[in-house]
């Protein structure tokens, strides 16, 4: 008994003098923690969600690490950079942050539960604009339909990065919506969703391009590409590009939409006073993480806004509404460079990519807002990357800078990285002609090969042919290697496109500033066939099965048959 006594008295004391101590540790690690990133610490917090929230049973149990052996490549560690940033609630700063629910993306082919392409290159990985697949026999494009849209001031048609949503909703949510009669009643309806620089969103049938519903008119240009909601929610995402309208200045912002009824549900001032940035487009498209309802994105302004969206969806009764809460990241270049994010966040698991217009490539843990490693990339990049993953300690990422800061004689590089560690796989550099309205350079997101091209990685770089063509260039993804070329004599900003046969025939579309969309061998690089849309197609293709739907400067959305 007396020794039970000692043992009892010893750890009692042993306690007192320890807690202290830990309580100062915490204290430090609070004071510091949104301005450093320890080089040792685990960076990963979850990586896998519990079946009981992939059963949307949302609880507070802690999701499973990454794994820990996993190191950060030494020159993208966030220790290395004067690097200040730190997480806003409300008008706060937040000393810590933890998101309630565990945030971690599944794969690509997870990310839609509805038929078609959603948001901007499709995914969470960002890697397709295309659903289905095509059945090519005279390997021709054909123009099926025009739709004539508007203007305001200078801004005419559609502009970069313009990318059309293209779905097949649920036949009861068709009949919920407003759609017109006879469209809510058309069994096939595949609907086109389309925001143009004339301010409206456009509703077209994928079939002939006629009207479904009224359009929606946010009063100034949408420059970026809209968004529906992943989970077949009616819910719609839009981004304005520009804060003035017939020489006024106009509110800007992000937008959510019923698409029961087309009313605005919530708008996010992009005109953020806790931003250090006084800009306010979205350019880019966001992410939802369907299981903790949660949307990520990113803003002119240099922020990357977390939004619980407290979604309330009654499908029977067809009724919508949502209360967002924001959280936002906000940081300085850690190259004293430009602020602003115009590139679409891209995610594996719980890791949010995205890059910024001081050529900074951020990894950031979407689960604690925290940097995981930062990468200087050059240039000014608004090219959105794209995600590859062979397993899960083997995931790379694509991305490639435009040609802005460096001025005349700078480069494009297209590189090729390690998406968990950062490291740099290779990089290749092309120089391009600098003109401050229209820059040179990747503008365009690439194609990541799949099926009989998945050896290549794809990509289009603006005014690195002659004074004003482009380069398609097809390059090896494991070495960098170019395996086939295409000189274009005018440049491109518009995005590729892969489709592909149910054998796995690949096929790229690739549109230019002269006004021409080329059909294009995905193995050899041989042009197949073109077509004049009559204006420069800043936009970038969505497809469904055999139809593709593009818009132009020129005031038009085309509807084009793959045949």
């Known amino acids: 008994m007396n020794l039970f006594k000692t043992l009892l008295v010893s750890n009692i004391i042993i306690m007192v003098l320890i807690i202290p101590g830990f309580i100062l540790l915490d204290n430090y690690l609070s004071a510091s923690g949104a301005d450093t990133i320890s080089t040792t610490q685990s960076v990963y917090s979850a990586d896998i969600i519990p079946d009981e929230i992939k059963e949307n049973k949302i609880s507070n149990t802690p999701s499973k690490l990454i794994d820990p052996t996993i190191k950060i490549d030494p020159e993208c560690l966030v220790s290395n950079f004067n690097f200040k940033w730190d ?202 993480h369907k299981e903790s309802d949660t949307l990520f994105e990113c803003g002119e302004n240099g922020m990357l806004y977390s939004i619980k969206l407290n979604t309330m969806y009654d499908s029977v009764k067809g009724i919508i509404s949502i209360a967002p809460d924001e959280t936002k990241y906000r940081y300085l270049s850690p190259f004293k460079r430009s602020l602003g994010i115009e590139s679409s966040i891209a995610a594996y698991k719980n890791l949010g990519y995205f890059t910024d217009n001081g050529g900074a490539l951020k990894c950031v843990d979407l689960n604690t807002l925290s940097p995981v490693w930062i990468r200087d990339v050059t240039d000014d990049s608004d090219s959105t990357i794209a995600i590859e993953e062979h397993d899960k300690n083997n995931v790379m990422l694509y991305t490639a800078n435009e040609v802005d800061l460096q001025g005349e004689n700078g480069y494009s590089y297209v590189r090729k990285i390690n998406a968990l560690t950062g490291e740099l796989k290779w990089e290749k550099k092309y120089q391009c002609t600098y003109n401050s309205e229209t820059n040179g350079g990747a503008l365009a997101s690439p194609v990541i090969g799949k099926n009989d091209i998945d050896n290549l990685v794809i990509y289009n770089i603006a005014k690195s042919y002659k004074k004003n063509g482009s380069k398609l260039i097809a390059f090896d993804k494991e070495t960098g290697t170019e395996i086939w070329v295409i000189n274009f004599d005018r440049y491109s900003w518009s995005s590729p496109v892969d489709i592909y046969t149910k054998d796995g025939k690949s096929y790229i579309l690739q549109s230019d500033s002269a006004g021409y969309m080329y059909l294009i061998e995905g193995i050899s690089g041989r042009i197949l066939d073109k077509i004049p849309l009559e204006a420069n197609i800043e936009g970038s293709p969505a497809v469904y099965d055999n139809m593709l739907v593009v818009g132009t400067r020129g005031q038009k959305i085309w509807g084009i048959k793959i045949k």
Do not use: C
């Open 87 to 288: 997480i806003i609630k409300g008008k706060e700063k937040v000393e810590k942050y933890q998101s309630k629910y565990p945030i971690s993306f599944g794969s690509s082919s997870e990310y839609n539960k509805i038929e078609g392409v959603t948001t901007f290159r499709g995914n969470n990985y960002r890697n397709s604009a295309s659903y289905g697949y095509v059945d090519v026999k005279e390997e021709k494009l054909e123009k099926v339909w025009s739709v004539n849209v508007g203007h305001i001031d200078i801004w005419t048609g559609v502009g970069w990065n313009g990318q059309p949503s293209i779905v097949k909703w649920d036949n009861n949510l068709k009949k919920k919506m407003n759609l017109f009669s006879n469209k809510s009643d058309k069994e096939d309806l595949k609907e086109v969703i389309y925001g143009a620089l004339d301010g409206k969103i456009y509703f077209l049938d994928l079939d002939d391009g006629s009207k479904t519903r009224s359009q929606i008119n946010i009063g100034a240009p949408i420059k970026g590409s809209i968004t529906v909601d992943p989970r077949g929610y009616p819910l719609l995402y839009a981004g304005q590009g520009i804060d003035e309208v017939n020489e006024k200045k106009v509110k800007i912002g992000f937008y959510i939409f019923n698409l029961l009824n087309q009313r605005q549900l919530y708008f996010l001032n992009g005109i953020d006073l806790s931003s250090y940035r006084y800009w306010g487009a979205f350019d880019s498209t966001p992410l939802i």
